[in-house]
Structures are given as C-alpha cells and as structure tokens.
C-alpha cells in the first residue's frame, strides 16, 4: 500500500484592504497666481463666482464645480455659476431636502462623500449631473457670515489626498473672502451713487414754486431710491384728510388730476400711524393708496413722514417691484423725506408771501387810485385861494397846505411805483432841464414847510441835465423833509 499523502493545510488568506484612489493635487505657480488675480477683481461681484468655479475645476481637475449662494431667508442654496459638465442655468437647493448641504452650512466644515450620491436625493432639476461619483462640499465663511457652498464633482471615485483636500479647502475660503469683499465694495458704490443721487435731487428741490417742487419731490424719490413709483400726500390739518400732490413711475412724472384724490387719514389707518409717531414704515404694497390705480408688480412699499418746523406735512410713499428695502435704503429715503419736507414748506412760504404780495398790490393800486381825486381837488381850490386873497395873512398858510397836498402827491406817486417795480412796469420819464434853475425853484417851495429853518442853496447854472423831473422831486423832498425833522433850528 502505498503511503497515505498529509492533506494538503489551506492557508487563510484574508483580502487586502481596498484603498480609495488619491488624487494628487500640484498646481503651478502660474495657476496660482491666475487663480489670485481672477478672485481679486472686485470691480463686478457677479464675475468672481464664474471664474472662482472654472479656475478652483482646473487646479482641482474636477469634471464639475458649483458655487452657491445661501439664501438666508428662505433657506435655499441659489447657484451662482457651474464650470464643466452638466447645465449651468439658474438653480435652487431647498436646505430641507438636502441635509448633507444643510450640515455644511450649519457646522461651517467641509464634507467628503465617495462612491455616489445616496445622501442627496434626486431632483426634477436633474442635480447632480448623472455620472457624478465623487465631491467635496466647503462652505464659504468669511469673518463668520456664511455666504454659500462650493461642490466640486468628480465622475471618478477618487478623492484628493487629505493634504490636497486642505489647500483646496483654503483656495475656497479665498473664494469666500473675495465674495465678501466684492458685496461690501459694491456696497461702499451703492451708497455713493444713492448719496450722489440725494444731492442731485436735494438740488433740483431749490425751486420756490409750489406746483414745480411737488412733481420735482415724486421725480427725486424715484431717483435715488430706485423706487417703483413715488407719491407725494400732502396733509390737510383742517379735514384730516390727505391729498395726492404729486405722483412719479417709470412714464412721467406729473400732477394730480383736479380734483385730487383725498384720502381721509382714519381711512388710511396706516399712513395715520406713521403721521402720528414719526417713524418710517415697510408694508405690503396693498395696504397703502397708491393713487389712482393700483400699479401692478408692487411687492413692498416705503412710507415715509414729511415732518415739517411745525409738524407733519404728508407721507411720502415709495413703492417697490423687489424685494423690501434694506435698512440702508430706508435711511437714505428717511434723509431725503427731510430735504423733501423743507423744500415744500419753504415753496409753501414763498407760495403765501406771493399771494400776502399779490393782496398788498392791490390794495396800494385801489388806494393810490382813490387819493389822486380829493388831492387834485385840494391842489386845485389852494392855487384858486392863493390867487383870490393877494398878500393877506392867510397866504402863508395855503403855501404850507399847497406844500404838504404837494408831499400827499409825492407818497401816492411812490406808492404806485413800488407797484410798478414789484409788478415790472416801473419806467422813467427822461426830459432835459437846468438842474440848478430846478433845484433853487424846488427848495423855495419846501422852504416853507420848516420857516425854523434857513435854506441856503448854491447852484452854478445853467447846469443840463437828462432826468426824471417827478422822481428827483421826490428824492429831493425826501432829503429836505429828513434835514428838517432831525437838524436843530437855524
């Protein structure tokens, strides 16, 4: 027989531990510096997420980089730009349908995930692209806002090396930095050209005429707020109602229609609060009167208060097509409605002052017409008394009557001229004359309003002259009747 063989003793092989692809990243200098330089640009925030997202996929070597923003509001991912395969139109990420994006965002590190996309379910927008089996989410943080997320995709199922994931995940943070700096930037412009537009609108509120300052007030609200359209409701202390004074959307600028619309304040309860309490109100656009119609596509309205030195005078009402004005927005309208509210109330005072004028005009013009009558009457029965009575006793005294009817005459003259200034009608009437014949002729007869006094006239003519003989009466009777009051006897 021969010899039984020893069984053969298998050996346990345990398998080999399957080890994950690395990728390797090196980028170059010259990429580098690329990547810097594109990144750096803050002269348009909407170039960066572009050109972050094709340069992070060249030095990364993904097939796919997406660069979202967060929306904090309605707490949704917006992308902003996409580099490589698959679509890169317009996409939104609910946070709540996507947790793994959700714990990115909440604990500010970055997430790996290799070998498919299990954790994110798919979507009727088709994201991720098919063939996707590797990413690296890193959020954007820069001085502790989280700004968004940053995906880059690999069809592979390999994932840079731990050390390559850290200096991508700093080439992100980069990308946060530069977004940040770009909305501030864009931001410090923002303001400027609001502020510059508050001064262009604050100037053309200069006008001092009150159907020019309201439609200009509408015109520079729109200006520099960007607003929709602007309404100007001026306050009726006396019916406790509001008018619409002046109205301005992207056709025209223009006045009410007469009549105006009028709001009773109790019937526009919100516009009463803000008349009340002085403050600045955001609202739904339904909610406030915006004129004659409704204007469609108004999400949001501005009301703000027209205070005036001795109280409110209207709302001003801004409405909005966006979303709600930011706080920046609202101070900037706030400052305007200041500018608005002096300009009014000084168009108001000059407004008031014309027609104060306009009366006082008239008045004159009725008065002066009515004096020259009993003057020419009494100027008349004097010169017919002088000559009757020779050198009787009494002819000093009708030349001192003759002389004052003279002076009436002279006031009522210049009465009618600051008409005729005010008005534009104001002429002269110029004649040649001796100027020292006149002069020694005119004092003799003002001589006798003041016998106190010794008038001394010394005229080398003859001396011709061209001028208005009434008005230089008047101007000479002015002086003597002045000299008379205030020289002492003599």
């Given at each position: ?5 020893r069984?053969t ?7 080999a531990?399957?080890?994950t ?5 090196s980028?170059?200098?010259p ?10 640009d803050l002269?348009d ?7 972050a997202?094709?340069?992070l996929?060249e030095?990364?070597?993904a097939?796919?980089v997406?660069?979202?923003a967060l ?6 991912l ?5 580099a490589?395969?698959g679509s ?13 994006l959700?714990?990115v ?16 379910p798919?979507t ?6 098919p063939?996707?089996?590797s990413v ?5 943080v820069?001085?502790?806002e989280v ?16 050390l ?9 943070q ?7 700096n770009?909305?501030l930037h864009?931001e410090v412009?923002?303001?400027?050209q609001?502020l ?7 100037a053309?509120l200069a ?7 309201l439609?200009?007030?509408?015109a520079?609200?729109?200006q ?9 409701w001026?306050?009726d202390p006396?019916?406790s ?9 992207a056709q ?18 919100v ?8 403050h ?7 909610t406030?009167p ?5 204007p469609?596509g108004?999400a949001?309205a501005?009301?703000?208060p027209?205070?005036?030195?001795r109280g409110?005078?209207g ?5 909005f ?9 609202v ?6 409605a ?27 013009a ?6 020259r ?7 008349g ?17 009708l030349e ?5 009817v ?11 001229d600051?008409?005729?200034?005010e ?5 002269l009437r110029m004649v ?6 006149w ?6 007869r003002l ?6 006094h010794?008038l001394?006239?010394e ?12 008005r ?9 009747s002045?000299a008379?009051?205030h020289?002492p006897?003599?």
């Amino acid at each position: 027989m021969g010899r039984l063989r020893r069984p053969t003793r298998l050996r346990r092989v345990s398998a080999a531990p399957r080890r994950t692809p690395s990728l390797h990243l090196s980028p170059s200098v010259p990429a580098l510096l690329e990547f810097y330089s594109a990144i750096g640009d803050l002269s348009d925030e909407t170039l960066i997420p572009a050109r972050a997202a094709a340069l992070l996929r060249e030095i990364a070597r993904a097939d796919r980089v997406e660069v979202f923003a967060l929306d904090t509001v309605r707490h949704h991912l917006v992308r902003l730009a996409a580099a490589g395969l698959g679509s890169d139109g317009p996409l939104t990420l609910p946070l709540a349908d996507y947790p793994l994006l959700a714990e990115v965002v909440a604990s500010l590190r970055p997430r790996r995930i290799l070998g498919g996309w299990s954790p994110f379910p798919l979507t009727s927008q088709s994201w991720p692209p098919p063939g996707v089996r590797s990413v690296f989410c890193a959020p954007l943080v820069a001085r502790g806002e989280v700004l968004g997320v940053v995906c880059v995709q690999w069809t592979a199922s390999l994932l840079p090396s731990v050390l390559s994931l850290q200096f991508l995940e700093t080439l992100i943070q980069f990308v946060a930095v530069a977004l940040l700096n770009a909305r501030l930037h864009a931001e410090v412009e923002r303001r400027a050209q609001r502020l510059d537009a508050l001064n262009r609108a604050a100037a053309a509120l200069a006008t001092l005429e009150l159907d020019q300052a309201l439609p200009q007030v509408a015109a520079g609200a729109r200006q520099c707020t960007g607003a929709a359209v602007a309404l100007v409701w001026l306050l009726d202390p006396h019916t406790s109602s509001l008018t619409l004074a002046a109205r301005a959307d992207a056709q025209a600028t223009v006045a009410p229609p007469t009549p105006a619309p009028v709001v009773p304040v109790e019937a526009a309860p919100v516009l009463r609060e803000i008349l009340e309490n002085g403050h600045s109100t955001v609202v739904a656009a339904s909610t406030l009167p915006l004129g004659l119609d409704q204007p469609a596509g108004l999400a949001t309205a501005l009301a703000v208060p027209l205070i005036g030195r001795r109280g409110p005078l209207g709302v001003l009402v801004l409405g909005f097509a966006t979303e709600p004005p930011d706080q920046a927005l609202v101070v900037l309208a706030e400052a305007y409605a200041n500018q608005a509210a002096l300009a009014i109330e000084n168009a108001r005072l000059h407004h008031d002052l014309k027609q104060a004028l306009e009366a006082r005009g008239r008045f004159v013009a009725i008065a002066t017409h009515e004096l020259r009558t009993p003057l020419a009457v009494l100027k008349g029965n004097i010169q017919i008394a002088l000559r009757l009575v020779g050198d009787s006793p009494l002819r000093p005294m009708l030349e001192v009557i003759g002389v004052q009817v003279a002076r009436l005459e002279y006031l009522v003259r210049d009465l009618a001229d600051i008409i005729r200034l005010e008005s534009g009608r104001f002429s002269l009437r110029m004649v040649p004359f001796d100027l020292a014949r006149w002069v020694q002729e005119r004092t003799q007869r003002l001589a006798v309003l003041a016998p106190q006094h010794q008038l001394v006239v010394e005229a080398v003519g003859p001396l011709n002259v061209q001028a208005d003989p009434e008005r230089l009466e008047s101007v000479l009777a002015n002086l003597l009747s002045n000299a008379f009051r205030h020289a002492p006897p003599g």
